[in-house]
T-cell receptor
Framework: AQSVTQPDIHITVSEGASLELRCNYS??????LFWYVQSPGQGLQLLLKYFSGDTLVQGIKGFEAEFKRSQSSFNLRKPSVHWSDAAEYFCAVGYNDMRFGAGTRLTVKP | NAGVTQTPKFRVLKTGQSMTLLCAQDMNHEYMYWYRQDPGMGLRLIHY???????AKGEVPDGYNVSRLKKQNFLLGLESAAPSQTSVYFC???????????FGPGTRLTVT
């Protein structure tokens, strides 16, 4: 069965610290992979995506993600978190359809 | 460009009533999607369409129907609303499945 798992429901980091958000998936083949961010009361914005090529992809706002086929993972990273990064982050995978993870809420401490 | 718009923004229904949510996009996108978002569950795909005249079931299709008679519109229907359908509904569209999905502002539906 197709599924997307974001193991961390809530993460708190200090401003300036590094961040890693985890995403694991179960799919028949390597799907298209995405990370979206949702600020409170807002719609979703794409951070980055992967569907082939270099397994380390760069996105907007200083985010990057690494695809690891052997681990069926697509973890999101940022070297230095800013207070404005506080939001909910969703990993999504699919082809014609799309499956989203349950999300990870990020809190940034001053 | 208006992007993706959803009508209505809010709605309260009584159990058993029916309604239709309208999603419209002006970007000439082929793919359109309907999701529901519930606390702690992320977005779950209800139905999707890969082009005008096509529809397909997603992860949670029961209790919903859809139609894509025109390329720019994707309608989501609830024939007999139930309290379990209380949720925020998002529509999205994309030119191609490998591209970014553009989301509408959402419709908050409450079924009492």
């Amino acid at each position: 069965a197709q599924s997307v798992t974001q193991p961390d429901i809530h993460i708190t980091v200090s401003e300036g610290a590094s961040l890693e958000l985890r995403c694991n998936y179960s799919y028949g083949a390597t799907p298209y992979l995405f990370w979206y961010v949702q600020s409170p009361g807002q719609g979703l914005q794409l951070l980055l995506k992967y569907f082939s090529g270099d397994t380390l992809v760069q996105g907007i706002k200083g985010f990057e993600a690494e695809f690891k086929r052997s681990q069926s993972s697509f973890n999101l990273r940022k070297p230095s978190v800013h207070w404005s990064d506080a939001a909910e982050y969703f990993c999504a995978v699919g082809y014609n359809d799309m499956r989203f993870g349950a999300g990870t809420r990020l809190t940034v401490k001053p | 460009n208006a992007g993706v718009t959803q009508t209505p923004k809010f709605r309260v229904l009584k159990t058993g009533q029916s309604m239709t949510l309208l999603c419209a996009q002006d970007m000439n996108h082929e793919y359109m999607y309907w999701y529901r978002q519930d606390p702690g569950m992320g977005l779950r795909l209800i139905h999707y369409s890969v082009g005008e005249g096509t529809t397909a079931k997603g992860e949670v299709p029961d209790g919903y129907n859809v139609s894509r008679l025109k390329k720019q519109n994707f309608l989501l229907g609830l024939e007999s609303a139930a309290p379990s359908q209380t949720s925020v509904y998002f529509c999205a569209s994309t030119l191609d499945r490998a591209y970014e999905q553009y989301f509408g502002p959402g419709t908050r539906l409450t079924v009492t």
